[in-house]
């Protein structure tokens, strides 16, 4: 399935945004090509992969059997799940759970109202925010701080503050978590919280 400007009941908003009301499932691929952002007032759903020049935002769920990949961001208002990889060159937000089966790698933040999951790694050019806990069965590795409201649970090492476009000090090394269940921290500064949120806590700090 191909989503082109002329693709039947897409909308043109006045913001250059395209407009989709109700759900886009299919069982083939979506290859979205665009000229500015989809937006999907429902759910976006393949049986295969969903491949996207520009950025996608659903209202509710963004579900693959293969990949998600967009040029630019992928945000859904309720979970994101890929059963491969999942691939923006900007941010990744929803606003429940996200989950891959491979890697999850954003050019900017990633951000979910739920936990974060990755069978690989997760990478991402800026911050990483969960509001439960993040798993990856690899390394993570964050241009900036690393936020899990309960456990940070990494197969390999761990990096926060890390960016390659900022200088060190302008950037956040925090690792914060409830519970460090597995990982090595290769750098970045790790606080334990009672809170999963409120910064106090026992503090471990490691640098190159």
């Not at 500015?36 to 059997?65: F, H, P, Q, W, Y």
């Not at 900036?144 to 900022?166: L, P």
Request: aromatic share 4%.
């Amino acid at each position: 399935m191909k989503i082109t400007k002329d693709y039947e009941g897409l909308k043109r908003a006045e913001n250059g945004d395209y407009i989709l009301e109700g759900d886009l499932i299919t069982d083939e691929d979506i290859e979205i090509d665009l000229d500015d952002r989809l937006v999907v007032r429902g759910e976006i759903e393949s049986n295969k992969s969903i491949l996207a020049n520009t950025s996608i935002i659903a209202g509710e769920c963004i579900r693959a059997g293969g990949s998600v990949r967009a040029g630019g961001s992928v945000r859904a208002g309720d979970s994101i799940h890929a059963d491969d990889s999942i691939h923006a060159g900007c941010g990744i937000s929803a606003g429940d759970g996200i989950s891959a089966g491979d890697d999850i790698h954003a050019g900017w933040g990633i951000s979910a109202g739920w936990g974060i999951s990755a069978g690989c790694g997760i990478i991402a050019g800026d911050g990483i925010h969960a509001g439960d806990g993040i798993f990856a069965g690899d390394g993570i590795h964050a241009g900036d701080g690393i936020f899990a409201g309960e456990f940070i649970d990494c197969g390999k090492r761990i990096f926060a503050g890390a960016s390659v476009y900022r200088d060190s000090d302008d950037c956040e090394k925090t690792i914060q978590c409830k519970e460090l269940r597995r990982g090595e921290i290769c750098y970045g500064e790790l606080v334990i919280t009672a809170e999963g949120g409120d910064g106090d806590g026992e503090t471990e700090t490691a640098e190159p």
